[in-house]
């Protein structure tokens, strides 16, 4: 398990976090997996902070290690070892029931594959984080109706993801993941199913978001897709290798 400061130390580094306006907060992050007798160490002490309202791509080849930090910036995973705060909580040592709790609340996450329920309405499917959550009916309703007009799918809250369009779909998809308000986007190859002038729209939309303060973290291996966010970070052999201001 990861060894984590003392009661009094987290005290100070929450506020301290808080204050700086971060989000994301890694120290020393590391993850190992057991293959056989062989170690395999995925990520090597990896130092990261992103405030909020940012827009960062993390890039880097297949086996760099981007998609286990992913992963734990997700709590879909826990880190072997150092810390990880996630809007102003320490979460690289909770338990699955808390991480879920945590994902439900604080990451909206969008795939390239979409996930959406097939015989559902757009509306249901953007409903589901808040029923699992326990959102009242009537709030649950408006809430989504509410996110699918932000991302232009007004008049499309019935149709099922047989009646959309690919770009369409991510949309659904889009509004689902930001129906709980969360603190961060987490987008993994948003684009990776769609055609040039689609994904291009997609990224539009994720520009038009960030415009509205969230922030956005999108995982790719494409530089032309990076190009969309404001800060690159490169991920070679389990480390930060660069990180980069793109633009202001």
Request: charged share 25%; net charge negative; aromatic share 6%.
């Amino acid at each position: 398990m990861p060894v984590e400061p003392a009661a009094a130390d987290q005290s100070l580094l929450r506020q301290d976090l808080l204050d700086r306006g971060t989000v994301i907060f890694t120290e020393g992050l590391t993850k190992t997996y057991q293959m056989g007798s062989e170690q395999v160490y995925a990520l090597r002490g990896v130092d990261l902070e992103i405030k909020r309202g940012e827009y960062v791509a993390i890039m880097g080849p297949s086996g760099s290690g981007k998609s286990t930090l992913m992963n734990l910036i997700g709590c879909l995973d826990s880190p072997t070892s150092g810390s990880y705060w996630l809007a102003g909580r320490l979460v690289s040592s909770l338990d699955d029931d808390e991480l879920a709790f945590i994902r439900n609340k604080e990451i909206g996450f969008v795939f390239q594959t979409f996930n959406l329920l097939a015989r559902a309405t757009s509306l249901h499917n953007v409903e589901l984080p808040l029923i699992y959550n326990g959102t009242p009916a009537e709030e649950r309703i408006e809430r989504a109706k509410e996110t699918l007009r932000m991302v232009d799918l007004g008049d499309r809250m019935m149709h099922k993801p047989n009646e959309l369009s690919g770009g369409q779909r991510q949309r659904v998809a889009v509004a689902r993941a930001l129906v709980n308000r969360p603190s961060i986007l987490l987008a993994d190859e948003p684009t990776g199913n769609l055609d040039s002038k689609t994904g291009a729209e997609i990224m539009a939309l994720f520009e038009k978001l960030h415009e509205q303060n969230n922030t956005i973290i999108l995982v790719t291996h494409e530089q032309d897709i990076a190009a969309y966010a404001h800060r690159v970070i490169l991920i070679r052999d389990g480390r930060i290798h660069s990180d980069e201001v793109t633009r202001k």
